[in-house]
């Protein structure tokens, strides 16, 4: 049972415009989420991360919003560049004890056309 | 500065061989996690240490997977008698701390094929 889903395999945009990437997660105990971006052949590198007590944080060209109520986050790219092109993954975690291990989503595929 | 390293890179196995992975996280980060991530997937969590202790396992397939950190610094995870379904990209992460918004950095990954 998939606790964060990311109902979108891919998404293709044309560079200059936003990108807007989604996922929905079940689990009412997750109070912290971030993107993690992944080129092939690589680890997943740190984006963007919100806590459950915020509803947006940005930084730069990125976005993330959260509705808690909705339990839905969203990742906003602008203006999207080909670099950008990659997997992106959404991951949340729950302050449980010491353990502070990522539920992940099955990724997005981003593909940025010049 | 060094990130997350991980040896070797990729791995073939015969079935029913043993496979030993190595991950050297960043100096000095008290927080080690596994992670098993297969062709199409997110990553899933297999195991967690803080310093040497494992405190978390529930991860972990089988009995078949054992993962180690005895001095709190680099770990092994380690497969016995490995199944095609083992095959997989095994990601190794750490971070600073304990505290929840701590980032994890992630190596490279092992690509582990079990013919």
């Known amino acids: 049972d998939q606790q964060v889903k990311q109902n979108s395999p891919s998404l293709s945009v044309q560079e200059g415009r936003i990108s807007i990437l989604n996922c929905d997660y079940t689990?009412?105990?997750?109070?912290?989420f971030l993107w993690y971006k992944k080129y092939p052949a690589e680890g997943p590198t740190f984006l963007i991360s919100i806590s459950s007590i915020k509803d947006k944080n940005e930084d730069g060209r990125f976005t993330v919003f959260l509705n808690k109520s909705a339990k839905h986050l969203s990742l906003h790219i602008v203006p999207s560049q080909p670099g950008d092109s990659a997997v992106y993954f959404c991951?949340?975690?729950?302050?449980?004890?010491?353990?502070?291990?990522?539920?992940w989503g099955l990724g997005t595929s981003l593909a940025v056309n010049p | 500065g060094a990130g997350v390293s991980q040896s070797p890179r990729y791995k073939v196995a015969k079935r029913g061989q043993d496979v030993a992975l190595r991950c050297d996280p960043i100096?000095?980060?008290?927080?080690l996690f596994w992670y098993q991530q297969a062709l199409g997937q997110g990553p899933e969590f297999l195991t967690y240490f803080q310093n040497e202790a494992q405190l978390d396992k529930s991860g972990l397939p089988s009995d078949r997977f054992f993962a180690e950190r005895p001095e709190g610094s680099v770990s092994t995870l380690k497969i016995q008698r490995t199944q095609q379904e083992d095959s997989a990209v095994y990601l190794c992460?750490?971070?600073?701390?304990?505290?929840?918004?701590?980032?994890?950095?992630f190596g490279p990954g092992t690509r582990l094929t079990v013919l």
């Open positions: 689990n009412s105990m997750f109070d912290y």
């Open positions: 100096s000095g980060h008290v927080s």
């Open positions: 992460a750490s971070s600073l701390g304990l505290a929840q918004y701590n980032e994890q950095f």
């Open positions: 991951a949340a975690s729950a302050s449980a004890g010491n353990n502070r291990k990522l539920i």
